[in-house]
């Protein structure tokens, strides 16, 4: 069983996150054997404050730990924030600097969707092709880094004219309908990493 403390900024992502993970699992890796908890919000300012993490770490084992059955058992910490205009390396790097210090069997990882989580539907835009929320067909988007607007862009181009996206609604909405069968990570390297994150993870048990 792989159980998953998703910690991550938005109120959207509280529940779009763990929608995406099980979608990513099931259908890419063919993998059910999974519990995601509740995710943890925590603003992006605070995520980048070192004083902020060892009550939240120690909360996160201890909830990973007590759900824990089996030795064979696995269990991730899993951040994600944008990246928004910050280099998604030094953000990672400083994130994860703040998590040091493993136990061994709760491991942690780190994610920056760049520039945002919508730039992964953007990413995954053809899995929204015959939507009733969205235009058809579905327009090319091009080069994904030259978009800065990801929420917007996903609002102007992609829903029909006089829908607009709703952060709360639409981010799992959108999340639960992720096609991974069409290999959105190609020409996105963030989301090739949320990707390899668990690929890594679950290929020994496999």
Same mark, same amino acid.
């Given at each position: 069983?792989?159980?998953? !403390?998703?910690?991550?900024? /938005? ?9 995406? *993970?099980?979608? &990513?699992?099931? %259908? =890419? ?10 995710? !943890?919000?925590?603003?992006? /300012? ?9 009550? *939240?770490?120690? &909360?996160?084992? %201890? =909830? ?29 790097? &400083? ?112």
């Amino acid at each position: 069983m792989l159980y998953v !403390y998703p910690i991550v900024e /938005g109120h959207g992502d509280e529940r779009a996150l763990p929608v995406l *993970i099980r979608k &990513l699992l099931n %259908e =890419r890796f063919g993998f059910y054997e999974v519990d995601v908890a509740r995710a !943890y919000r925590l603003p992006k /300012g605070k995520m980048k404050r070192a004083e902020e993490w060892p009550g *939240i770490l120690a &909360l996160a084992r %201890e =909830r990973l730990q007590e759900s824990c059955q089996s030795d064979d058992d696995k269990a991730l910490i899993l951040v994600v924030c944008d990246a928004d205009e910050e280099c998604p390396v030094e953000l990672k790097n &400083l994130i994860e600097g703040h998590m040091r210090g493993e136990d061994g069997f709760v491991k942690h990882a780190f994610v920056a969707p760049q520039p945002e989580y919508e730039t992964w539907f953007l990413a995954a835009v053809d899995s929204f092709a015959n939507h009733a929320d969205c235009v058809q067909p579905i327009p090319p988007i091009g080069d994904l880094l030259q978009i800065r607007d990801a929420k917007g862009y996903f609002e102007r181009h992609i829903l029909k004219q006089g829908r607009f996206y709703s952060e709360t609604v639409d981010q799992p909405k959108f999340s639960a309908l992720v096609s991974f069968a069409l290999q959105p990570e190609n020409g996105c390297r963030s989301l090739k990493r949320f990707i390899d994150i668990f690929d890594r993870l679950i290929a020994p048990a496999q």
